[in-house]
């Protein structure tokens, strides 16, 4: 890598490019749906522009400006490109909780104003920055209709249009839950939309770089984007929203007018050139990447299904490759998270304490407390090795064979 000495991009993690005998580094990274590393070739590419190509994109009279704002165009195109945008869709944000609150109260507030009603539909394990944005909504007069998802986390197409009404204005489905990496049945649920006029988002931040996503067949007219769970730096996200007159957003953020007067504030140029060059790496390797964690995801799960009192949270056959998320069956307090010591995973709650409160994800598929409680999602990524996968799964058996099981 040609990193630029401004900027120091070597990581920890354990390259999987190196040879196998590669010496495991400790604590193992196993929460990539929480955040990921910048790859190093991206980080390289953003340092300049903090440096000395660090003009204002909204400056038009010189070289300075000129040069950001192609940057910023060509970090757009790239994001466009992953997902079947035209270049002009992809307006910048700070993030995709930003993206999710621009999406639904822009578009909830200009739909409301012209009469098309009150009414939205979500699902009850969205992510927090829909389900708050939601409540927000509520309490400004919305009404909105939560479904609940079977035990496999999924959501029917019949369960769906069966909670439409006339005045729907919007409803919102991620594409990939973060916590059970279960893949929603998008590309049904946007037909049913489109034949009503119903407008629909999608928060696709987990979906991106590990599954297609292609928005010239999907009939999504808004999707959230986030760079830092697809190998980009935190901070910066976009919103996809479709080139349609009728699909107007009421501005979050009220400024000088950038992004069409959709999201003013001056553009990141560093974090979007990372998001930019963080996309068309996933473009690039998304295909390999999915194919090589699917095989490390089978060897883990093959090793772990085996013991006692393991079960699986989510569909088995619905899902992406890089989530795997576990409840365990124990008699008494232990919580399995907490003894995890070397090996870096997200817990089912909050916090590892008895008393914490239960993942609401794992609880709106039947979850018992204890269940919801005792969690783990473990979630590989680009960096994930065999070795690390092998010796997860010989210290979780170590852990799971001392513990009595719940009869
Ligand atoms: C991480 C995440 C978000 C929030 O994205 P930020 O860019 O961190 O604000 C939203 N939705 C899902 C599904 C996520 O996993």
Sequence with gaps: MNASSACNT??????????????????????????????????????????????????????????????????RKQVAGLVGAQTAEIVWTSGATESNNLALKGAAHVLRERGRGKHLVTVSTEHKAVLDTMHTLERDGFEVTYLQPGSDGLITTAQFTAALRPDTLLASVM????????????????????????????????????????????????????????????????????HNPDLTLEAQIDGGGHENGMRSGTLATHQIVGMGEAFALAALLQEEESARIRLLHERLWEGLRVLPGVLLNGSAEQRIPNNLNLSFDLVGEVSVAGQLLDIAVSA?????????APSYVLSALGRS????????????????????????????????QSQPIAA
């Excluded at 070739?41 to 400006?65: D, I, Q, R, W």
């Excluded at 089912?348 to 914490?356: E, F």
Aim: hydrophobic share 45%; charged share 20%.
């Design 369 to 400: 407390d204890a269940l919801a409680r005792n969690a783990i999602r473990i979630s590989l990524g680009r960096y994930t090795t065999m070795e690390e996968i092998d010796y997860t799964v010989a210290t979780l058996r170590q852990l799971l």
């Design 175 to 242: 594409m990939v839950n973060n916590e059970i990496g279960v893949i929603q049945p998008i590309a049904e649920l946007g037909e049913i939309c489109a034949g009503r006029g119903i407008v629909f988002h999608v928060d696709a931040v987990q979906a991106a770089g590990k599954i297609p996503i292609d928005l010239r067949r999907l009939k999504v007219d808004l999707m959230s984007f986030s760079a830092h769970k697809v190998y980009g730096p935190k901070g910066i996200g976009a919103l996809f929203v479709r």
């Design 10 to 75: 070597s990581i920890a993690t354990n390259h999987a490019d190196t040879d196998n005998k590669a010496a495991l580094h400790f604590p193992i990274y196993l929460d990539y749906s929480a955040t990921t590393p910048v790859d190093p070739s991206v980080a390289a590419k953003m340092c300049a522009y903090l440096t000395e190509k660090f003009g204002n994109p909204a400056s038009s009279s010189h070289s300075f400006g000129w040069e950001a704002r192609a940057a910023v165009e060509k970090a």
């Design 348 to 356: 089912g709650s909050a916090c590892n304490s008895a008393n914490a």
